[in-house]
């Protein structure tokens, strides 16, 4: 037996109102997906904000608050024309459902082009949340942005280098890290090896089979940081070959003293009975600055809370990398995962304005059959709703 169907209606469906009425229901559960997901976002940044205010403090004066409040106003405006084009095609008045799609369609590529603006900035003063945050960036030009070409053997540049690249695996000063990284600052390998040997090794690396690894653990190239060159890493091997004579001097130092101690009356000393400690003063240290605001971190015993905060007072002076905090990559980390995200949906929103506009001057819209419009504009309205609630956490909350 054979139904008739009106046009546009799916054979599956009754009516057009039953169709409207399940293309209703899924637009909302997909939404309510939506909503879970940017929640968890939400909920990762109320965790971080609450445990480490001061970070937030100090990258806050990264952001324009300019920047967010112009694409705030961007983006209501077009909430506004979304909701005019779905009544214009509910009176069947296409042209200017038509512009108003078109200026939903303008208003989204301002937001796009405001934040790439934002973004240019950051990734300008290497503020982007990869391994290589820390490395200087090679940009030239006004504002203090750009680095000098870093001079050969440069013991200071090599040890920040090193604090930012190489110290997570091995250790403060070359101890090794257990399960991380070999010890430096005795190994044989360096010390039969030469600087421009040692820095050929860094810029290839190693694979974690190799015969040669004490770990079986992969070495990167580089260590891991794209960003390193080799003028670099030969600063970092002169900044290891500090420790090598630090201990050749300490260990004659010890053999002179212990020849003037042969000498004398040996001296009975009693064992020291050491104090049982707290559980988490047992606990293994980060050995990176700072690191107890991480999340991961634990605070160094009798650090007051003034004491923390002080390392992420707001500076007087322009950010350098040197006073920037050494955990400032969760920060950003954070802050383009949020709006990085939130910018792809504006995206997916300029693909479904830019399909409902063919349709509607195709003619398949009418006071009858306007779900596609009103689902799209649903979809548009949970975007522009997240920016409400990203511009004040984000922008306007020091």
């Known amino acids: 037996m054979s139904h008739s169907h009106a046009p546009n209606v799916q054979h599956h469906f009754r009516d057009i109102s039953q169709q409207h009425d399940a ?28 445990n480490h205010p001061a970070l937030f403090v100090w990258g806050e004066q990264f952001l324009d608050e300019r920047y967010g409040a112009a694409n705030t106003a ?44 934002e973004y240019e900035h950051k990734f300008h003063d290497n503020l982007y949340p990869n391994i290589a945050f820390y490395q200087v960036s090679d940009h030239d030009g006004e504002g203090g942005g750009g680095a000098a070409v870093v001079a050969q053997g440069d013991v200071a540049n090599g040890k920040k280098l090193w604090d930012s690249t190489c110290r997570s695996c091995h250790g403060v000063t070359g101890e090794g890290v ?15 090896h030469t600087d421009t040997e040692l820095v050929d090794f860094v810029m290839v690396g190693r694979a974690a089979n190799a015969p040669d690894s004490v770990l079986q653990l992969q070495m ?28 050749t001097t300490s260990e004659e130092v010890a053999g002179e ?30 050995s990176v600055p700072e690191a107890m605001a991480a999340p991961a971190g634990l605070a160094p015993e009798g650090a007051s809370e003034a004491q923390r905060m002080a390392v992420y007072e707001r ?25 990085g995200l939130h910018g792809i949906h504006v995206v997916v929103g300029m693909l479904v304005i830019i399909w409902l506009m063919w349709r509607l001057q195709r003619g398949d819209f009418n006071k009858q059959y306007y779900a596609p419009v009103e689902c799209g504009g649903l979809y548009w309205h949970i975007v522009d709703v997240i920016w409400i609630f990203l511009f004040p956490l984000w922008y306007l909350i020091a």
């Open 178 to 192: 257990v399960g991380q990284g070999v010890a430096l600052n005795d190994s044989a390998y360096v010390l039969d």
């Open 315 to 339: 500076p007087a002076v322009p950010q350098t990398d040197e006073n920037r905090p050494a955990n400032a990559h969760l920060f950003f980390g954070l802050y383009f995962l949020m709006t």
């Open 257 to 286: 003293v212990a020849e003037e101690e042969s000498v004398e009356e040996a001296v009975v000393v009693a064992p020291v009975i050491e104090e049982e400690k707290p559980f988490l003063s047992s606990l293994p240290r980060s």
């Open 220 to 247: 990167p190239p580089k260590g891991g940081n794209p960003m390193l060159k080799e003028a670099g890493i030969l600063d970092i091997v002169t900044y290891i070959r500090t420790w090598q004579i630090a201990k």
């Open 74 to 117: 961007v983006l209501l405006i077009s909430s506004l024309t979304m909701a005019m084009a779905i009544t214009f095609v509910q009176r069947e008045n296409r042209r200017m459902a038509m512009l108003s799609l078109g200026i939903t369609f303008v208003c989204a590529c301002i937001f796009m082009a405001i934040k790439s603006v």
């Open 23 to 50: 293309a209703k229901l899924g637009i909302w559960l997909f939404l309510a997906t939506e909503i879970l997901l940017f929640g968890g976002l939400f909920c990762g940044y109320a965790v971080f904000r609450a």
